[in-house]
């Protein structure tokens, strides 16, 4: 029996939010705390959604540590592969709010500690989606275990998924970032990637067709390329590439984890063997309403009655 939905394995980090709206980090005054880290926000979004999800990450020993665990209990997650150290702080990320990419500072020190002990056969053998982040591998131990655990669940069967959300402050060189996201993509994960990850991995060289065909070639069959308020594009190999416009809102309160919310929806509805295109309208709707709150989804609505 497969009851784990979705196993998020990477960061879990406390996100300070930036109060002021539209100004960068030195003109930010004051910050707003919130949970973080994108395979976090996929394993909070999905419980939300009514699935089974589980996280693997590690965290401090710590006022913060202590917080992560309040909020995953909050709504259920499975925190069994949570990893407690005593020695390293937890992560902390400061974000500007934006209504595009935001700016952010990492201080990283617990989340990398990710060690193959946390991700057992067992716990594979239970799981349908394996998802990760190109954040939680741009650091060891977490790159090795990652990469070792992927190609376990691969052959055990799991569908492997990745947010492709590269920043060069968190790799030494894309060269580097490109050769594990390339070892990763031999085990056919579906595969996402924003514009603004595009343009800062390949550095604006290539065009969305040599983006699709660069995933196709390394073994992906399924790439979606997110275009902020332009909408969608997806790519199944030798199939008509899928476009979809972004829903109208009136407002952007902030962007941060709008990715996060969209590829939510995305897993949500393709566990729930929904064709793409219903998979991408789910998407297209997550997004659109996280982008329209502050931090996290909103506590006081149905979400799925939104979505469906």
Known sequence: MKNIDILCVGEVLVDFIGHQSEVLIDDTRDYHRYLGGSPTNVAMNSARLGLQSAMVATVGDDGFGDYIFKRFSEVDVNTDNVKIVKDKPTSVIFVSRSETTPDFIPFREADALITEQQITKEILLKTNIFHTTCFALSKNPAQTTIIKKAEEAF????QLSIDVNYSSKLWSNKEEAISILKLYCKFNPLVKISEDDMFRLFEDTLSHDQIFEFFHKEG?????????????????????????????????????????AFWSGFLFAYIKKKTIKECLEVALKLAALKLQNVGRLPDNINILSKLL
């Open 220 to 260: 992906v069959d399924l790439v979606c390329l997110t275009l902020g308020y332009k909408g969608v594009k997806l790519s199944q190999k030798g199939k008509k590439i899928i476009e979809m416009p972004a829903i109208k809102i009136e407002k952007v309160m902030d962007a941060t984890g709008a990715g996060d």
């Open 155 to 158: 052959k055990l069967g799991c």
